[in-house]
């Protein structure tokens, strides 16, 4: 269930009545409606909020109505229009009033799977005064229990100090973050920060700040107004004495538009990590070494780790199971699975079955690179021609297209490398690693070393090493025919 991150997983079945069953947390839900993840958010995000609340919602003139009743109207229109046969699995581009539905409802169940859903901040999210900041504060949590992170939510009813919103732990390591979210209204980061850094924390900060700027683009290029808004805190910090007198921070900058784009499809949410007095975690701080950088974000763990999740966990999983919903609600053909059969052209010509143990895609191509094992011992590496559906299926889901968690990925910079060989040679055996290293100048050195620091050392001078060489020609591939696994 790689697309959900690393808080609690989906727990849901299916019975033989034909109900969908989903826990969440201590809770039973259950209907026959159900037909993909989406259906049951829509129907969670009533039950969360109050039937009876939302139903008296609906009553009002569309122009007084709370901002999620809005959102739930036009959603509804927009399923009217895709949705020809009732019970069936559509598809569409999401509008803005679409996303910013489900969304907040998928981060709500999140909120409330993973931690405690506290009933003051569901009154909170009820008031059309307070939604905006209470909606905020949600997704960050959301983000962050997604991340791995577990949470505490401070007292609200505790007037003698002022305190973060809460506290969060991040599971593997146990490291302790105070953590505010703030939503600009004026695009004034600075008073944003100082807010927060005002109130008092016993532990490392973290400040999400939300720049709430219309982004119609879906261009990869960091916008004008994430530009500004990293302008500002470079000159606060340089400039500012109020800025000398404030805690060091983690600051991650976020931009979620829907609720400007209510009515299309095209919008952008962008998050981008920076620092108050945290020099190796600023966006632009340039390292002078490749091993400067494996220090600089071993010493940031927990930060680089959430910018790791906020990319990788950011869609919403159309499926209860975690199956591709390209495979799950179509036709369309799913024989590359690792464990398949594949039959592979043999040495004499003649076609010989074999099993599919790994693969990657080659967009430009559109084919994958599989190793396929055939009874006897004997691999292959063989090409096959991927289908306009099934690269779609790639682009959403690349980590799982083989139907495993793959390690496939783009190495755009040494450390990108150096990570990809980290996943292997972590569980080289030592002696193994020498053996590899036997020449180095500084072997002796090296044999003091312990496991995990020898692994990182070795991967470092392979990593810097490929960077420094020109590419290598590739191999031809064989043309293999594809069958379903048995």
């Known amino acids: 269930m790689i697309q959900q991150g690393l808080g609690r997983p989906i727990v849901a079945t299916r019975t033989d009545s034909g109900h969908q069953v989903v826990a969440v947390r201590n809770r039973i839900l259950a209907s026959t409606k159900w037909k993909t993840f989406h259906d049951f958010l829509v129907d969670y995000l009533k039950d969360a909020l109050g039937s009876e609340w939302g139903t008296a919602e609906l009553k009002r003139p569309m122009d007084e109505r709370h901002p999620i009743l809005v959102w739930y109207h036009l959603l509804c229109d927009q399923q009217r229009q895709f949705i020809k046969e009732p019970g069936t699995v559509a598809t569409a581009s999401a509008t803005g009033a679409f996303a910013a539905y489900?969304?907040?409802?998928?981060?709500?169940?999140?909120?409330?799977?993973?931690?405690?859903?506290?009933?003051?901040?569901?009154?909170?999210?009820?008031?059309?005064?307070?939604?905006?900041?209470?909606?905020?504060?949600?997704?960050?949590?959301?983000?962050l229990a997604r991340a791995g992170f577990t949470l505490e939510f401070e007292n609200e009813d505790d007037r003698t100090?002022?305190?973060?919103?809460?506290?969060?732990?991040?599971?593997?390591?146990?490291?302790?973050?105070?953590?505010?979210?703030?939503?600009?209204?004026?695009?004034?980061?600075?008073?944003?920060?100082?807010?927060?850094?005002?109130?008092?924390?016993?532990?490392?900060?973290?400040?999400?700040?939300?720049?709430?700027?219309?982004?119609?683009?879906?261009?990869?290029?960091?916008?004008?107004?994430?530009?500004?808004?990293?302008?500002?805190?470079?000159?606060?910090?340089?400039?500012?004495?109020?800025?000398?007198?404030?805690?060091p921070a983690y600051v991650f900058l976020t931009n979620t538009p829907w609720e400007h784009h209510l009515n299309e499809t095209k919008w952008r949410c962008i998050t981008l990590g920076d620092s108050l007095?945290?020099?190796?975690?600023?966006?632009?701080?340039?390292?002078?070494?490749?091993?400067?950088?494996?220090?600089?974000r071993r010493a940031h763990l927990e930060m680089h780790a959430l910018l790791r999740s906020m990319r990788q966990h950011s869609t919403i999983p159309a499926t209860f199971d975690g199956d591709i919903p390209d495979f799950a609600f179509s036709t369309v053909d799913r024989s590359l699975m690792i464990g398949s059969g594949l039959l592979v052209p043999g040495p004499d010509g003649e076609e010989v079955e074999g099993v599919l143990t790994s693969g990657v895609v080659v967009e430009q191509e559109m084919s994958a690179t599989c190793a396929v094992q055939l009874d006897d011992g004997r691999s292959f590496i063989v090409s096959c021609p991927l289908?306009?559906?099934?690269?779609?299926?790639?682009?959403?889901?690349?980590?799982?297209?083989?139907?495993?968690?793959s390690r496939e990925g783009?190495?755009?910079?040494?450390?990108?490398?150096?990570?990809?060989?980290?996943?292997?040679?972590?569980?080289?055996?030592?002696?193994?690693?020498?053996?590899?290293?036997?020449?180095?100048?500084?072997?002796?050195?090296?044999?003091?070393?312990?496991?995990?620091?020898?692994?990182?050392?070795?991967?470092?001078?392979?990593?810097?090493?490929?960077?420094?060489?020109?590419?290598?020609?590739?191999t031809p591939l064989l043309q293999p025919r594809r069958r379903r696994g048995s």
């Open 161 to 247: 100090s002022s305190h973060c919103e809460f506290v969060a732990t991040y599971a593997s390591t146990g490291r302790r973050f105070s953590v505010e979210a703030k939503r600009s209204e004026s695009g004034r980061v600075q008073r944003q920060l100082v807010r927060a850094l005002r109130k008092s924390a016993d532990h490392p900060r973290i400040v999400f700040i939300d720049l709430n700027a219309p982004d119609p683009s879906t261009e990869e290029a960091i916008p004008l107004y994430a530009q500004r808004g990293f302008e500002l805190l470079r000159r606060f910090e340089e400039f500012d004495p109020e800025a000398q007198r404030l805690p």
């Open 102 to 143: 489900l969304h907040l409802a998928y981060d709500l169940y999140a909120l409330d799977h993973n931690a405690d859903l506290q009933s003051k901040l569901i009154q909170r999210l009820r008031s059309k005064q307070m939604f905006p900041g209470a909606r905020y504060e949600v997704r960050v949590a959301a983000l």
């Open 387 to 405: 289908s306009d559906a099934e690269m779609a299926a790639w682009r959403q889901h690349p980590e799982t297209f083989f139907g495993e968690v």
């Open 410 to 474: 783009k190495c755009d910079t040494a450390l990108d490398l150096y990570d990809f060989l980290m996943a292997t040679y972590t569980k080289t055996p030592k002696a193994k690693l020498l053996e590899f290293m036997a020449g180095a100048p500084d072997i002796a050195r090296l044999r003091e070393l312990d496991h995990g620091d020898l692994a990182s050392i070795y991967c470092e001078r392979v990593a810097a090493a490929a960077f420094a060489q020109s590419g290598t020609k590739a």
């Open 277 to 296: 007095h945290i020099e190796e975690f600023k966006n632009d701080h340039q390292y002078h070494s490749l091993r400067a950088a494996i220090e600089a």
